[in-house]
């Protein structure tokens, strides 16, 4: 399977608006510089002319190139640096050295997943997590990437969680992540969100997108129990009212909201 690299050289304001727009069309691994944005998407999935009437509208300009797959975790070595969120928790890859003077270490090899605290989604997650008990709580992972919101849970306590994700790819990635850090009672499955029965999750990650997050608000609230947390993110800060409404016509009530860059991450309790 080849992926294309797609170099994007944009403004910086505009940076956040076009991950966000290119997260929907099939393209993830995403890296921000003071150039612009690198990419990827599967060769199979590339569509130039959408790309191209994207880059007319916002006004960005790109190059492609095709990576074989072999040379896909060699990609990540080079690029992948780790993460440190105060002393609570270090994200690395198993190649790079133990980070010991904080509470949790996470080792993620990311390959084509979404997840690896770099990206503010992800940090701002994180971070609330460090707020909430999960000591024996049943928790679900609803667009579980790596798997790094799932396996940061099972370091907190919970030993019943659940974490899907509709792609293949991210599925086995977080198999592999969650077999790397040795962490117990996480069942992973692929699929959407209607493959779930429990409606007695004690708290409930959803680092997703703006779209599917609104469409499944409701199944979200019917699946947390009551006094228990929703964590949502991957909503830019332009669509934090719209969210809003949404959330308030389903009962959840909002604990707490986090902003960093462009992103925003609310902590709901139900």
Request: with cysteine; hydrophobic share 40%; aromatic share 8%.
């Amino acid at each position: 399977m080849n992926y294309y690299k797609i170099s994007i050289t944009a403004e910086i304001e505009k940076q956040d608006l076009i991950i966000a727009l290119l997260s929907h069309s099939g393209f993830d691994g995403f890296e921000e510089d003071e150039y612009g944005i690198k990419t990827y998407i599967q060769e199979k999935d590339f569509n130039a002319s959408q790309l191209n009437d994207l880059a007319q509208k916002i006004g960005f300009n790109y190059k492609k190139k095709l990576i074989p797959n072999q040379n896909w975790n060699a990609i990540w070595e080079a690029n992948f640096q780790p993460i440190q969120i105060n002393n609570f928790c270090a994200i690395r890859a198993d190649f790079h050295a133990p980070l010991p003077e904080v509470k949790h270490e996470i080792v993620i090899n990311p390959k084509m997943a979404f997840g690896t605290g770099h990206h503010e989604t992800t940090h701002m997650m994180m971070e609330t997590m460090e707020g909430i008990n999960f000591q024996g709580k049943k928790v679900f992972d609803f667009g579980c990437g790596t798997g790094i919101l799932a396996i940061l849970a099972n370091k907190l306590g919970s030993n019943d969680i659940l974490a899907i994700d509709i792609d293949p790819l991210s599925y086995e990635n977080s198999l592999e992540n969650i077999a790397i850090n040795e962490s117990t009672g996480i069942i992973t499955k692929v699929g959407e969100i209607n493959l779930v029965k429990e409606i007695d999750f004690d708290i409930i990650l959803a680092n997703i997108n703006r779209t599917v997050i609104l469409d499944t608000l409701p199944t979200l609230y019917e699946k947390n129990i009551s006094g228990g947390y929703t964590l949502l993110s991957g909503i830019l800060n332009t669509d934090e009212q719209l969210v809003r409404e949404h959330i308030a016509q389903t009962g959840f009530s909002i604990v707490d909201t986090k902003r960093k860059g462009e992103w925003i991450c609310i902590k709901l309790e139900k």
